[in-house]
């Protein structure tokens, strides 16, 4: 299944704010075309990715969201500059990091991106608006909150992700969802979007577990840690250097390795041969062994890495301006399952693939 961007785009919010139009042109922004969502899993035949989608187009659909449901522009450009320090296959730099867990290590260098772009300077002065006001959209609870809310990030990366990887999500789904999703007050007393239905809102907790559960099993892990390991061997022998990972594209890099992977003759470094190994590994392997301890011959990976699910709300009284509601947990013993069997699950303690 394809996506098709402008219909879900228009059910994100039917009217598109142009005023992002300028920001979405600058070259800050453009770079995230080639940076792919999922985490390097489009280059790879261990997963069979049903279309590639970028950080760019993620960060359109976290502004819309979000004018959708504030029509406030500087959160909607907040949310729209939100992953500009997104390197090439994105979380991946995570596993390079060792922050698997929490996966936010290149966040703190998003404002200091964003201060140091003078295109951006230019089109947040002609708006009237300051750094502080876009440099951090974590200040905004609809653009970003903490797990397991749900947020206009979560939002729109569980959308796409089901609709790649296994086909959980689709677009009637999609707005069917959509539709019914309000701005609630949560047990903090911050806005939130939450769902005014609760089989709606019950479907959705169903179904934001099976994407979930996509980045729990060790093949996720397999592909993001191998890949982490690939980029390392590379700038450690020169076929890359560090800040390649913030200027070419992931098809570029790929094409990088592909034109070094074939001639194996001129060099014999250590990290050379293990970047061949683990590069030649990841772009042929088709299935990974689950193990209790690791193999021989194989590269193997046991670590844990960030839960993404989502505990949505769901209204419980109409008040104004914002309805109470409660986590859909405390209502719905079927979502109450859900949200255990995902907390709860583990896969085998190694996840291995043979080396080519």
Same mark, same amino acid.
């Given at each position: 299944m394809k996506l098709n961007k402008n219909?879900? &785009?228009?059910?994100?919010?039917? %009217?598109?704010? +142009?005023?992002?139009?300028?920001?979405?042109?600058?070259?800050? *922004?453009?770079?995230l075309s080639g940076v792919g969502l999922l985490c390097g899993t489009d280059w790879t035949p261990l997963y069979h990715n049903n279309f590639f989608y970028s950080r760019l187009d993620h960060s359109i659909g976290v502004a819309l969201i979000i004018w959708n449901f504030t029509h406030d522009r500087i959160q909607t450009i907040a949310g729209l500059l939100h992953d500009v320090s997104t390197p090439a296959?994105? +979380?991946?730099?995570?596993?390079?990091?060792g922050d698997a867990l929490t996966q936010e290590s290149t966040e703190t260098e998003n404002g200091q991106m964003l201060r140091a772009d003078a @295109? *951006?300077?230019?089109?947040?002065?002609?708006?009237?608006?300051? &750094?502080?006001?876009v440099d951090d959209y974590h200040k905004y609870p609809i653009a970003d909150n903490e797990v397991p809310g749900l947020s206009a990030d979560r939002l729109e990366y569980m959308f796409p992700s089901?609709?790649?990887? !296994?086909?959980?999500?689709?677009? @009637? @789904? =999609?707005?069917?969802?959509?539709?019914?999703?309000v701005v609630c007050r949560n047990e903090n007393g911050f806005p939130e979007l939450g769902f005014a239905t609760e089989e709606i809102a019950v479907d959705y907790c169903r179904r934001c577990c099976s994407v979930g559960l996509v980045f729990q099993r060790n093949e996720n892990k397999v592909a993001l840690q191998l890949m982490a390991e690939i980029l390392n061997s590379a700038v450690l022998c020169? =076929?890359?250097? %560090?800040?390649?990972?913030? =200027?070419?594209? %992931?098809?570029?890099?790929?094409?990088?390795?592909?034109?070094?992977?074939?001639d194996i003759g001129t060099r014999n470094s250590a990290d050379y041969k293990h970047f061949l190994r683990c590069f030649r590994t990841f772009r042929t392997m088709t299935h990974i062994e689950h193990t209790r301890s690791p193999l021989t011959g194989y590269f193997c990976v046991s670590i844990a890495v960030k839960k993404r699910y989502i505990n949505p709300l769901v209204v419980t009284q109409k008040k104004q301006p914002l309805p109470e509601a409660v986590?859909? !947990?405390?209502?719905?013993?079927?979502?109450?399952?859900?949200? +255990?069997?995902?907390?709860?699950?583990?896969?085998?303690?190694?996840?291995?693939?043979? &080396?080519?």
């Open positions: 219909l879900y &785009y228009k059910i994100l919010s039917p %009217e598109f704010p +142009h005023f992002i139009d300028k920001y979405i042109t600058l070259s800050l *922004l453009q770079r296959f994105s +979380h991946v730099t995570d596993f390079r990091k @295109a *951006l300077a230019a089109c947040l002065e002609s708006d009237g608006i300051t &750094y502080d006001q089901g609709i790649i990887f !296994d086909g959980s999500w689709n677009m @009637a @789904a =999609v707005e069917e969802t959509y539709r019914d999703i020169g =076929v890359i250097k %560090e800040k390649d990972c913030f =200027v070419l594209s %992931e098809k570029q890099l790929i094409t990088r390795f592909e034109s070094v992977a074939e986590r859909i !947990d405390k209502v719905s013993t079927k979502a109450a399952d859900f949200i +255990h069997d995902f907390i709860t699950f583990t896969d085998s303690c190694y996840g291995c693939v043979k &080396y080519i």
